[in-house]
């Protein structure tokens, strides 16, 4: 590593965004009420979408399993309330796709106490029955990448993993949801990492979280069980610090290989709050029916992070915390990294760590693109060193494969610094999803012919 | 009711404010103490080789897009300093026309038939100085003294020669010190040099204000430092040793460093964004040709003065360098 190693702590380049953490930080989970009718959709995780297992007109149970894995990268669905199954029909999701999905009425006046199924018994259970209860209690990645967490838990044949990385890091701006989550569910946080040093085989556990949550970091130290092999490692404030390869080269300084995964350098990535959520669910057997989002933005009334029952309705949410009446745009996850609702009608899914609300005055974006003046300031910006100047320039000529072959896009994974600091306004990381899309695509064809 | 349509944009949703003309409009502003300077030690007649320029400069641009039925891009701000920076960079008493001409060449044939900002090869100021150079040899090593009394009352008459007529030049003419140097042996001290106390170009005679000028740009990140610093460098280390080897043949280091278009072909010419490397290696390696071509040519070639073709030639160079040198992408293991 050179002359970088003098830079511990941090990964390369990365940016600095307005951080707006101050507006919910300090405001405690509160549970958000309960909305009559629940939308679930079958498809809220990376992977095969759940199957149904219940029909129209069936009363459920809060937490009875309403729809199981569909394959193995793939997870079940829980009722987050006791109810009606009031219709089987297609569902919108914040992609603009309908999938197959569950209306589910809300008894009125229920006392909602919850169905525990089958524990995990943490000292007799095997790697295999950990990794199938995390499965079983439909846990996804909940920073937002919602991708299934056994399937990442899993460690190959031939990998060993020495460290469980959590990953308290939660660098989008206005997100505060894994600092409350540190906060005020420590205790879940450390079960969690029992079941998952044992179903990773992990020898020590390592928390990274970013200086601007120092109270949550002293807090988890201070409560570190004497038997467990943990260790809180702050680092300094920069975007995009929560991806899993900048965490393991800020705090491990490895590299994982380009087109591989953190097992390939013994390491196994799980954020706090999914951590948490194995903790407090695997020893009930429960599946998860709700989680904690942070709801925030100019336009929000009521800032806050809230307990959401999953497939509460983004409208309901809306209304009961109060927006601007000229509400423009919506976003869930991050304003870095997060996806633009289009429909209101959408629901609260296992991956929304965040809603972030603007107006049209609040969200001060410049519209005028100019040429590309190779300022070099995406350049600087880049974790991962590509040259989102020349991207940008290929893209223009649509020499896809070019970019993949000898400008590493498909090494890419989108973090927006590239298009927060362009002075030109090029959107720089969506010609980089629409390029990865067309070669992606081209790799299938080729494949099959 | 929540309002039934929303705004939908692609992620990131939040953007730095710098944009691309409030860079270009800062450039203009780092200039403005280097052209004040210069209409105060050169008077009348180089205020209006400035206006001259870079009117000139934002005419053509705006003409040409109309022509070409584009919207016009002076709002940028780019066409000014391109103008602003080809009258820093010509003699005092330049005849207007031809001053006229120059910003009108710099953005015709260096910049708009490449395609406008963004994707000029050369720095477009240098190729109106160069097309000058070569179509007016004389007009353009005519030199004018600095601090001439009359300077704000008298313009000289050579500025208002009619168009396509040879101008006839006043019988005083100051030697610029590379020049005195070049061909008398005669060198200037380097204090004189820093604050602009001679004579030469319209705006590379004051160090002090360049440098000023640069700081403000890399401290707002609006300059890349590596490339000044390198060519600088450069220059000073090796004419240092040239100096060391022989102090009679080759001047002092200080001297190579404050003299002539160096500072302000190091600091506002060479820094031209487009027309420079945009990796950080890239650009060092850059500055250091820079650096190396201006001292073989000031040592050795027949001109006194190397700058202008060192930068143009780094500028060829450019894309090739960028090419060659690109940064180790996380993960991989290629160079």
């Not at chain 1, 307990?307 to 509400?327: A, F, H, K, M, S």
């Not at chain 2, 008493?93 to 038939?113: C, D, E, R, T």
């Amino acid at each position: 590593m050179g002359l970088f190693s003098l830079r511990k702590n941090t990964f390369k380049h990365g940016i600095h965004p307005p951080e707006h953490k101050e507006e919910t930080n300090g405001l405690p989970i509160r549970q958000f009420p309960f909305p009559s009718l629940i939308i679930l959709p079958t498809v809220q995780h990376i992977g095969a979408p759940s199957e149904l297992i219940v029909r129209e007109g069936q009363e459920v149970a809060r937490g009875q399993l309403l729809a199981k894995a569909g394959g193995y990268v793939s997870s079940p669905v829980h009722a987050p309330v006791s109810g009606t199954v009031r219709k089987i029909a297609n569902v919108p999701v914040i992609s603009g796709k309908m999938v197959p999905g569950i209306y589910l009425e809300a008894f009125p006046g229920s006392s909602q106490e919850v169905m525990d199924g089958k524990p995990v018994n943490l000292e007799t259970a095997t790697p295999e029955e950990i990794l199938q209860g995390v499965q079983d209690a439909g846990i996804v990645g909940l920073g937002g990448a919602a991708f299934p967490t056994h399937v990442k838990l899993k460690v190959p044949e031939d990998k060993q993993c020495d460290i469980l990385m959590l990953n308290g890091i939660e660098c989008e701006p206005y997100l505060t949801t894994d600092h409350r989550v540190m906060l005020e569910q420590g205790k879940d946080i450390f079960t969690g990492i029992r079941y998952l040093m044992k179903a990773t085989g992990a020898k020590e556990t390592i928390i990274g979280i970013e200086a601007n949550k120092q109270d949550a970091a002293d807090h988890l130290e201070s409560i570190i069980p004497a038997d467990l092999p943990v260790k809180v490692r702050v680092v300094p404030v920069k975007y995009p610090q929560g991806s899993e390869k900048m965490l393991i080269t800020s705090i491990l300084d490895r590299e994982v290989p380009s087109g591989g995964l953190p097992i390939d350098v013994g390491v196994v990535v799980v954020n706090v709050a999914t951590t948490a959520e194995i903790g407090r669910l695997l020893p009930r057997g429960r599946g998860i029916q709700e989680r904690v989002i942070t709801i925030t933005g100019p336009a929000v009334e009521k800032k806050g992070n809230y307990l959401i029952p999953i497939g509460t309705p983004l409208r309901y949410v809306l209304e009961q915390v109060g927006v601007d009446e000229n509400l423009s745009e919506v976003y869930m996850g991050g304003p870095m990294m997060g996806v633009a609702v289009s429909n209101l009608n959408i629901s609260i899914v296992k991956g929304t760590s965040g809603i972030v609300a603007f107006t049209e005055e609040q969200v001060k974006r410049p519209q005028k693109i100019y040429p590309c003046i190779k300022c070099g300031a995406c350049v600087d910006a880049c974790p991962i060193s590509l040259n989102p100047s020349k991207l940008g320039i290929l893209a223009k000529f649509e020499a896809y494969d070019l970019m993949a072959d000898d400008y590493n896009l498909m090494d890419c994974f989108e973090c927006g610094s590239c298009s927060y600091v362009c002075p030109s306004n090029i959107p720089l990381v969506q010609y980089f999803r629409l390029s990865k899309s067309v070669v992606r695509k081209r790799k299938i064809v080729s494949s099959r012919t | 009711m929540l309002k039934k349509t929303l705004n939908i944009s692609t992620s990131p949703h939040i953007k730095q404010a710098l944009t691309t003309d409030e860079i270009m409009r800062n450039v203009v502003y780092a200039l403005l103490p280097v052209a004040a300077f210069a209409v105060f030690s050169f008077g009348i007649n180089a205020l209006l080789v400035l206006v001259a320029t870079t009117a000139s400069a934002v005419l053509t641009e705006h003409l040409l897009c109309r022509l070409s039925n584009q919207e016009s891009t002076i709002s940028d701000w780019s066409a000014v300093i391109t103008g602003l920076l080809l009258g820093l960079i010509l003699p005092p008493a330049f005849p207007l026309w031809m001053a006229f001409a120059g910003g009108f060449i710099s953005i015709a044939l260096g910049k708009f038939i490449f395609g406008g900002l963004g994707y000029n090869v050369f720095n477009p100021a240098l190729v109106g100085r160069a097309v000058l150079q070569a179509a007016f040899p004389v007009a353009i090593t005519t030199w004018f003294p600095a601090f001439a009394d009359n300077r704000f009352s008298e313009i000289a008459g050579s500025i208002l020669t009619f168009p396509f007529m040879e101008p006839e030049f006043d019988a005083v003419t100051g030697a610029t010190p590379l020049a005195a140097f070049k061909f008398d042996q005669v060198t200037t001290g380097t204090g004189e040099l820093a604050l602009g106390l001679v004579s030469g170009s319209i705006g590379e005679t004051s160090a002090v204000l360049i440098l000023l000028g640069g700081a403000y740009l890399v401290i707002r990140k609006m300059m890349n430092w590596r490339i000044p610093v390198a060519i600088l460098a450069t220059v000073y280390g090796l004419s240092g040793i040239f100096h060391l080897i022989d102090p009679q043949a080759y001047p002092e280091p200080l001297f190579m460093l404050f003299s002539g278009g160096l500072m302000i072909g190091a600091v506002f010419m060479a820094t031209d964004m487009v027309a420079s490397p945009i990796t950080p290696a890239g650009a060092t390696l850059y500055g250091i040709l820079i650096g190396l071509l201006v001292v073989v040519i000031r040592l050795w070639g027949g001109l006194p003065e190397g700058v202008m073709y060192a930068i143009l030639l780094a500028n060829a160079v450019s894309p090739h360098i960028d090419n060659m040198i690109q940064p180790r992408v996380y993960g991989t293991t290629k160079d």
